[in-house]
């Protein structure tokens, strides 16, 4: 099935969805209003947690708004203070105010429901400067406003409640017009000319985007306008753009890779299945420790068979089959994933993952295998999520700075099984040579492009007898790193890594002489004072020159990209061994913690 066949399907299953016509918006404010349409005070819909320091529009479910993109169109029985009051910071405030008013005057014509009419009464009697006549809040421009009669508003029974207001609404949504084959459902139905905005993208209009749009004369084809073009049916439409907006607002259906926001939903026989995949996914997502107990919070308060869900993310973690962790989801649960990336007011098609769950986790199993390295960074005990790695890909480690498309490429890469871009293994080192660091997650993401596109074997920890020029010299590098700074100190201005990485992982034979005669004048003063330290340095410089092929140049005069990869693995498996955080009297006394 297609992608917004899929959403379209979804609507069907998430909890708490609005029925067609209606949608969920965010309300700040509800006006109460007395029969003859006078206002009361206007009463906040909002509250505050305890832990948050402004208060929380309240999500209501509407009347579907308009579509809106650079014209002028009024909601049904709510809308922004520039259309409901006339205020706000809105530079069409008289003309975004009439259409409301003309809106529901046209609409309302006829009408004998008190509250209704009350509303009539309002719209005819308000102008703006009552907002500061009555000495309404500020805190109210720019908000969403509901009406209410005021007698009802404290039991939270509003106007687009009433069931008058709900016949008229499904009354003026009645499309008459000629029903057409939808491409979805195959089922004759009032084509949508214009589709919902699709909100809650990083990085989109905060008006909202889309994914099917024609808005040029030279997109249409034989005089069909718009939507036209592709029809799809309006129930069909209200569908997938429902489900789509709902779980890009729910932190449990929603991650974000880079510059795509990605949505996830399951479908199996039960809804408690489809819950237990979706929270394993959301685990394998973002395997930290917070991460994990928020899930089990969450499990705790649904039902009892997601409540170990930390010991099953483990033993997921540590490549152990579905089949034996969560036997119920092995078989006849379906997993998707959608990734979308803005593109003016369209969004892009990052991903699309349509799979079976127990692939889904396969490939998740093999991308941690790929990225396993020992040890990790400080403080992580897990692999850290995806978006860490990417992080380490930006310019000051800002989500905006990461390279365009590759997290996407990259992620589609882990779903598909397929090999990883390329661009991976390019801006990994180019990140490294420019900031000089080097840990964990970067070296983990080199290694994973040696193994899945180049068939390489790469160690996870380290290996003394691993044959690769790179990481040898790379190994050679920490230890004369290690030695400067046993005779010096740390309180040196600049470390070799600082002064000669770029140059030693590069073009290692302009630099290694002077770094092996920089040693040997490091060593013999640390023989003064620390005569053990020093021989163990000795023996490992030893070591590793022993180790390196007398067939082969041991320090060329270039490095190729994978060798300069091995090189930054070795000097981190190198390093990492020497500032362990334990002492051992057998070989370098006062070794400091990592």
């Keep these: 099935m297609t992608i917004i066949a899929e959403l379209a399907a979804a609507y069907d299953h998430l909890p708490d969805m609005p029925t067609a016509g209606f949608a969920n918006a965010k309300i700040g404010y509800v006006i109460g209003l007395y029969p003859n349409g006078e206002p009361a005070l206007p009463a906040r819909l ?13 999500v209501l479910t509407v009347p579907e708004g308009s579509k809106r993109t650079s014209g002028i169109a009024s909601n049904f029985l709510w809308d922004k203070t520039a259309y409901v009051l006339g205020v706000g910071n809105s530079k069409r405030l008289e003309a975004e105010h009439e259409a409301f008013k003309s809106y529901h005057f046209n609409a309302l014509k006829g009408i004998t429901d008190p509250g209704l009419l009350a509303l009539l009464a309002f719209l005819q009697s308000w102008t703006p400067q009552q907002f500061v006549e009555r000495e309404w809040p500020e805190e109210m421009l720019d908000q969403n406003i509901v009406f209410a009669l005021e007698a009802d508003r404290l039991s939270n029974y509003y106007l687009h409640d009433r069931p008058a207001a709900k016949a008229l609404w499904a009354d003026m949504n009645n499309n008459d017009q000629d029903r057409k084959a939808c491409l979805i459902s195959g089922e004759y139905a009032p084509t949508c000319r214009l589709h919902p905005s699709i909100k809650g993208v990083w990085g989109a209009q905060s008006s909202g985007a889309s994914i099917v749009s024609f808005n040029q004369d030279a997109f249409t084809s034989y005089g069909h306008i718009q939507g036209e073009n ?3 049916g309006e129930l069909t439409t209200f569908k997938y753009v429902t489900a789509l907006n709902a779980m890009l607002s729910d932190p449990m259906h929603r991650i974000q890779i880079g510059d795509a926001s990605c949505v996830f939903w399951a479908k199996a026989p039960t809804r408690e299945q489809a819950q237990d995949a979706e929270t394993l996914a959301i685990g394998l997502f973002d395997s930290s420790q917070a991460a994990q107990e928020l899930l089990e919070k969450r499990a705790k308060e649904e039902h009892s068979a997601t409540r170990d869900i930390a010991e099953k993310l483990q033993k997921l ?17 379906r997993f998707y994933i959608l990734g979308l990336a803005p593109n003016a007011a369209r969004l892009s098609i990052r991903f699309w993952f349509d799979n079976n769950f127990s692939a889904f986790i396969e490939r998740q199993q093999r991308f941690f295998e790929d990225m396993r390295v020992a040890p990790l960074d400080r403080g992580e005990e897990n692999l850290p999520p995806l978006w860490r790695f990417l992080s380490e890909l930006a310019v000051q480690g800002k989500r905006e700075n990461v390279p365009p498309n590759l997290a996407g490429d990259w992620y589609r890469a882990i779903l ?18 420019t900031d000089k660091h080097i840990n964990a997650k970067r070296v983990a993401m080199m290694k994973a492009v040696l193994i899945r596109n180049f068939g390489r074997e790469v160690p996870v920890a380290l290996d003394h007898d691993f044959d690769n020029r790179g990481y040898r010299l790379g190994r050679l590098f920490a230890t004369y790193e290690y030695i400067q700074f046993s005779a010096l100190g740390s309180q040196v201005n600049a470390t070799l890594k600082d002064k000669f990485y ?24 640390l023989g003064k004072d620390r005569l053990k330290s020093k021989r163990f340095l000795d ?5 590793i020159m022993a180790t390196m092929s007398p067939d082969q140049d041991p320090i060329p005069a270039t490095l190729p990209e994978i060798d300069q990869a091995l090189f930054a693995l070795g000097y981190h498996h190198q390093r990492q061994e020497f500032f362990k955080t334990q002492q051992s009297s057998d070989h370098v006394d006062g070794e400091p913690e990592a």
């Design 46 to 58: 909002l509250y505050r947690p305890k832990t948050a320091k402004k208060d929380i529009p309240r």
């Design 317 to 333: 973690l540590q490549g152990q089959p579905l089949a034996l962790v969560a036997p119920h989801l092995a078989q006849d649960v």
């Design 230 to 232: 592709a029809p799809v």
């Design 539 to 543: 023996n490992k410089i030893d070591e």
């Design 502 to 525: 770029a140059a030693a992982s590069t073009r290692p034979r302009s630099v290694f002489a002077a770094l092996d005669r920089n040693s040997a004048s490091h060593l013999s003063r």
């Design 416 to 433: 598909s099984g397929a090999r990883y871009p390329l661009t991976l293994l390019s801006t990994t080192l180019m990140r490294i040579r």
